[in-house]
């Protein structure tokens, strides 16, 4: 069962620990006031590690399909050199 901190018109912090479908409580614990305001706290998020870019995005020697349907790689386009037969004899 979750802990949900709220707040009355004067200033008042309260916790309640209650289950998600209770209704909130309607007046303050310490001075009776109401209406309750729920207060919400932000979640820290920590990113660790070698780098969050490097692990999330995949490695980009991949393959990838283009609307036409021929692939697609990152590196660029290696050239295949051909060798001219040289005539007999010389």
Excluded: W
Aim: proline share 11%; charged share 35%; net charge positive.
């Amino acid at each position: 069962m979750p802990i949900y901190e709220f707040r009355c018109p004067n200033g008042h912090l309260f916790e309640v620990f209650q289950r998600m479908d209770d209704p909130p409580p309607a007046i303050c614990e310490v001075c009776n006031e109401g209406p309750l305001e729920k207060v919400l706290h932000p979640v820290p998020i920590f990113f660790k590690g070698k780098g969050f870019y490097s692990t999330d995005y995949g490695k980009g020697s991949r393959r990838r399909e283009t609307a036409d349907g021929e692939k697609k790689t990152d590196k660029p386009a290696e050239k295949k050199e051909t060798k001219k037969a040289e005539p007999a004899g010389s």
